[in-house]
């Protein structure tokens, strides 16, 4: 390990640490607002939180074509393996 000797290195260093930390504390601060934002509109309009947050995601990342084209992908590979399109379990 490299343990810098020079006062002007040790500060860079240190100063760096604290704006790291900061952000840090910024982003604490938004995942809780995230979380509170999901509950509430959830919670008034009766809405799956695991839906509402994958649809924000989505939305975030405008990639919906590529959600619907996963989806279906996963849908044909499920039922060609399953040789099955219904959601029961059924014995191995």
Same mark, same amino acid.
């Given at each position: 390990?490299?343990?810098?000797?020079?006062?002007?290195?040790?500060?860079?260093?240190?100063?760096?640490?604290?704006?790291?930390?900061?952000?840090?504390?910024? /982003? =604490?601060? #938004?995942?809780?607002?995230?979380? $509170?934002?999901?509950?509430?509109?959830?919670?008034?309009?009766?809405?799956?939180? %695991?839906?509402?947050?994958?649809?924000?995601?989505?939305?975030?990342?405008?990639?919906?074509? /590529? =959600?619907? #084209?996963?989806?279906?992908?996963? $849908?044909?590979?499920?039922?060609?393996?399953?040789?099955?399109?219904?959601?029961? %379990?059924?014995?191995?």
């Amino acid at each position: 390990m490299n343990i810098p000797k020079d006062p002007a290195h040790r500060k860079a260093i240190y100063d760096c640490m604290r704006e790291i930390s900061a952000s840090m504390t910024r /982003t =604490e601060a #938004e995942r809780e607002f995230i979380r $509170e934002a999901i509950n509430n509109i959830c919670d008034e309009y009766n809405l799956s939180k %695991k839906t509402f947050r994958r649809m924000a995601k989505t939305y975030h990342k405008q990639n919906f074509n /590529t =959600e619907v #084209e996963q989806h279906e992908e996963f $849908e044909t590979l499920y039922q060609t393996i399953t040789n099955s399109t219904s959601m029961t %379990k059924e014995a191995a």
